[in-house]
């Protein structure tokens, strides 16, 4: 059973699209490996989904929606603490706090769309790798 992060970015597509690639990724994983997540990574997730105007003009979208999801989420995920202090991505310390909950969660993989998280590939055992690629690996391994 692998350990998975999401990133923010993941999240927030899995709700706008929940029958595309992220979407579908996110419920595979749910049901065959253990996902891991942080108050920090579910509160950017919130924020991004209710202050970001063009998406909820385009998804149409409500708040309570926006809150059934985080539920959904705290329910379906495993919880840890990122170290604070974690530093390790230099070109955007904004990130620091994804790759912390996957340091943490000692995750196999960190699924991004975060170009500074990808460029990375890996921290430590953790294969950082966009959707699209994590679905191949998915499906090489199926």
């Known amino acids: 059973m ?10 927030v597509s899995a709700f706008l699209r929940s029958g ?11 049901r065959d490996d253990t996902v891991f997540c942080s108050e ?9 989904l209710l202050e970001r105007r063009h998406l909820r003009v385009r998804y149409g979208y409500s708040d309570d929606e926006v809150e059934e999801y ?24 904004k990130d620091d706090v994804i790759l912390a909950t996957a340091v943490a969660a000692d995750a196999d993989y960190l699924i991004a769309r975060d170009r500074h998280l ?3 590939k890996q921290f430590e ?13 998915l499906r090489e391994h199926a």
């Open 20 to 30: 595309g690639l992220a979407g579908e990724l996110l419920a595979r994983c749910i």
């Open 118 to 120: 990808l460029d990375m």
């Open 40 to 48: 920090a990574i579910l509160a950017e997730t919130r924020s991004v």
């Open 2 to 11: 692998r350990r998975i992060v999401f990133d923010t970015g993941v999240l």
């Open 125 to 137: 055992d953790i294969a950082i790798t966009s959707p699209e690629n994590f679905m191949a690996i």
């Open 70 to 93: 985080r539920f959904y989420l705290r329910h379906v995920s495993t919880f840890v603490m990122p170290d604070e202090d974690f530093r390790a991505v230099e070109r955007d310390p």
